[in-house]
């Protein structure tokens, strides 16, 4: 069976064939509707929500909060609500944690924690720098020791490792859509504990090594970079000009922000191209101090995304006898958020 099938041919003509008039109105049309379809779409997608990240100072869990711990105790029990509702925890570990080990004896305070003390850490700190002046008191074998326990608590660790080139590694955080190095470095001595090529150590605060790791991060693909640095005289108030210097040198490098840790005090803070300095945290964990600015520290706070630091603001904390530290309603602490050009003055919750 055939099926006849006819086809008309129509001329051309003005009633067929848009003009250019018609044809500007329905480009502006279909434009419009694009453009309409897209703000549904991401008015409808979900939003990323900024992440949220904190630093505490030092943090020694030998004398005082062990003996707390030994009995019992939870030094970390005051702020236990403030780490929870933060979406990541780092703080300075400020001790090896193990058994073994032997006292380097040339040293005046030596600290070592019983590894019942990381108990306390787990749940509250999601990582903890290594790169201080007490972490090698109890030379190699502590310190290897202290690293391992730290891997088997699900505790991450930087500014310390195996050889030189592990403890300069950053620690990388993804969260939330971002990617986040932080370097961990000491420069306060015994340089003794620096790390060799085949030794383990500490990553030392060498300025052009500094620079070189902010760099690598930054070709690695990190959204934002922090140097995490233990620094600075013991209980001088107010950073030294060399600190002030690198930390802009740092920015100027790409960092995102400084932090600093060691002095046993806090130091003040500023901003530099529109970033915080905080340059030290001084204790958060720690007892046996006579001096009122040794038993009272910050903990940082800080909302991030992509662009960097979108709000920052610092916690007190007030250590008792037992180096426990408690908050501080009412207190006046440095804070600040994006585009400010001076540091700000706010009072805590």
């Known amino acids: 069976m055939s099926r006849n099938i006819?086809?008309?041919?129509?001329?051309?003509?003005?009633?067929v064939l848009p003009g250019p008039a018609s044809l500007a109105m329905r480009a502006k049309s279909a434009l419009r509707s694009a453009l309409m379809a897209i703000a549904v779409f991401f008015a409808a997608a979900p939003q990323a929500e900024p992440m949220t990240l904190v630093f505490a100072g030092d943090i020694m869990l030998d004398d005082g909060p062990g003996r707390l711990i030994a009995k019992g105790g939870d030094p970390l029990a005051p702020f236990a609500k403030i780490l929870k509702a933060a979406d990541y925890r780092i703080a300075n570990l400020e001790t090896p944690v193990a058994e073994s080990?032997?006292?380097?004896?040339?040293?005046?305070y030596t600290f070592r924690?019983?590894?019942?003390?990381?108990?306390?850490l787990q749940g509250r700190f999601d990582a903890v720098s290594l790169a201080n002046n007490?972490?090698?008191?109890?030379g190699h074998d502590a310190l290897l020791e202290t690293m391992r326990r730290l891997d088997t608590a699900g505790i991450a660790r930087f500014g310390a490792g195996k050889n030189l080139s592990e403890a300069h590694k950053p620690l990388w955080?993804?969260?939330k859509g971002l990617k986040i190095a932080v370097l961990g470095y000491s420069e306060f001595i015994p340089r003794a504990f620096e790390a060799g090529a085949e030794t383990p150590g500490t990553a030392w605060s060498e300025d052009d090594h500094v620079i070189s790791d902010i760099r690598a991060a930054k070709a690695a693909g990190a959204d934002l970079i922090i140097p995490f640095m233990h620094w600075g005289w013991e209980y001088e108030p107010v950073a030294s000009?060399?600190?002030?210097?690198?930390?802009?040198?740092?920015?100027d490098e790409g960092a995102s922000l400084?932090?600093?840790?060691?002095?046993?005090v806090?130091?003040?803070a500023d901003i530099y191209q529109g970033k915080p300095i905080v340059y030290s945290l001084g204790n958060f964990v720690f007892d046996g101090f006579e001096i009122p600015e040794a038993k009272r520290g910050w903990l940082l706070r800080l909302k991030l995304d992509k662009t960097g630091v979108l709000e920052w603001d610092t916690l007190a904390a007030q250590m008792d006898d037992d180096g426990t530290p408690h908050p501080i309603p009412g207190a006046l602490t440095p804070c600040g958020k994006a585009g400010d050009t001076q540091v700000a003055q706010c009072r805590n919750p």
């Open 101 to 108: 080990g032997t006292r380097l004896t040339p040293k005046f």
């Open 6 to 15: 006819r086809l008309t041919v129509r001329p051309a003509s003005a009633s």
């Open 113 to 120: 924690a019983h590894p019942r003390t990381l108990a306390v």
């Open 241 to 251: 000009q060399r600190l002030k210097t690198f930390a802009r040198r740092m920015i």
């Open 258 to 264: 400084v932090v600093g840790s060691h002095p046993h």
């Open 134 to 138: 007490h972490i090698g008191d109890f």
């Open 173 to 175: 955080i993804e969260r």
């Open 266 to 268: 806090t130091q003040g």
